[in-house]
């Protein structure tokens, strides 16, 4: 329930919204290297900050000298984060302990946290989640970066300008994993609460509903606007197809899973309306935004990108990367600092057309797949693998584990966990909520068989996908060696 402090605090974040947006309008890009000078300057500040008020970083740099480029720190991974959490954040009021407890209720999502704070975590893809606290001068500049990079985005028009977008949509809709404390559903309720006017046009659906109930949803609705996960449009791209969603949008928003494009294509087709796409993560928000021209520009003053080789050797520009180190120059509450996030990316160098001197990248994220499993009353129905996730992760409390699809109706799941017992126990622990989700959906009963090895990096790419549908596992995952 909102007190009296929770006005004033949203208020108070509302003014610090304005302010960033005002500045950040106010000084334009002027070109690639004004913007990279200016991300530099910020990174030896957090640097410094990090030094001193963080115990974790203190130590963890305490070899390097203080005058030291960016390049020279060592890279951070989430787990060592994790490890050293009461170590990590320049408030010393926050701890595992406490967040853990504000965590554990569904009630407190988008809520505040020691009164000033929000919190989000993230998927635990190789084991524990990530717990990211946020304080009102991150939120501020993220909120900036979407209110301007679009509208700066060279000859951008009004079709990538995502609030120009929302302020001409009578309605908006957002399909999310809203049983989870996950970014863009605290991001969203904080929004919301900040700009009333927007929570009243706008309707959230769960993505854990069935497919047939968010068509029928949507149609009662009729958004303009549309935001959700590349999966989930994927396959409202195909029920628009086939007639049974019929919505008549002005845009859609894309995020939190890489689109590809081909898919990009088939969902624009599908609804006739363009997809404003964005680059961003749990460790850090909004880091590039899509333009006009296809193409997704850094926002390079506030996030610095290293493209990395598997040695963590920083590449250059046009080599594509096995990972990316993200410095994350807006949030110095737990400071990112050259953090592996996992995606392997691009960076470009060639001027965009659409005139925006930001450089561009091409992201190759995690690809995991959307499972059709048989159906009493369709064909098949579609699982998303962010489903899958959030039925784990939140309903379970169980993380880092690996589904494949071994036949029309089985699926083999590896879990986590140091020996065979523990992993047996996590599989015990995850079989009745997707049984119970399954039946949810109305599949027909679904075999769920334990694989006693921890979840595996496909031989081919080398990259861990949690969710591998038949004809991946036809093709890769079985030729895996085992790891243990
Ligand atoms: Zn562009």
Known sequence: MQTPLDYMTDWADGIRCWQAVYRLQSEPVVSAASARKKGFKRASELLAHSRQHSPFYAKYYSSIPTDSPLEAYPPVARSTLM??????????????????????????????????YLVWTSSGTCGEPGIYVQDKNAMSIYQSLISVRYQQSGHASASTDPWHLVLNSDRMAMIAALE?????????????????????????????????????????????????????????????????????????????????EQQKRKIEAAFGCNIVEDYGASEAMNMAFGCDHGRLHINTDWFILEP????????????????????????????????????????????????????????EGRNDDTLWLPANEADHIPILPLALNTVIEEMANEFGFQINQ???????????????????????????????????????????QHDPRPPQRNA??????????????????????ASE
């Open 308 to 363: 990395v080789d598997e040695n963590r050797q920083v590449l250059p520009a046009g080599e594509k990367s096995a990972t990316t180190l993200v410095t994350n120059l807006a949030s110095r509450l737990q400071p990112i600092i050259r953090y592996d996030i996992g995606d392997s990316i691009t960076l470009h160098t060639d001027a965009c057309d659409c005139g925006n001197p930001l450089p561009t990248l091409s992201i």
């Open 460 to 481: 081919v790419s080398g990259k861990l996908n949690q969710v591998n549908n038949r004809s991946r596992v036809d093709h890769h995952v079985s030729t895996c060696p």
């Open 83 to 116: 490890d050293h959490f009461d170590e990590w954040a320049t408030d010393r009021r926050i701890d595992k302990k406490s967040v853990n407890h504000f965590l554990s209720s569904t009630d407190t999502i988008g809520e505040r946290y020691l009164d000033n």
């Open 180 to 260: 989870g404390h996950f970014a863009g559903t605290v991001y969203w309720k904080w929004a919301a609460r900040l700009n009333p006017w927007l929570s009243s046009r706008t309707r959230t659906f769960s993505i854990l509903q069935p497919v047939a109930t968010l068509v029928e949803r949507l149609n009662d609705w009729q958004p303009g606007f549309m935001s959700s996960y590349p999966s989930m449009l994927a396959v409202l791209a195909n029920e628009q197809k086939s007639g049974r969603l019929k919505l008549s949008l002005n845009s859609l928003w894309s995020g939190g899973e890489q689109l590809g």
């Open 406 to 448: 071994i036949g029309a109706q089985e699926l083999s799941i590896r879990t986590q966990g140091d020996d065979i017992q523990s992993r047996r126990e996590a599989f015990d622990k995850i079989r009745a909520p997707l049984k119970q989700y399954f039946e949810s959906q109305g599949t027909l009963p679904v075999k769920l």
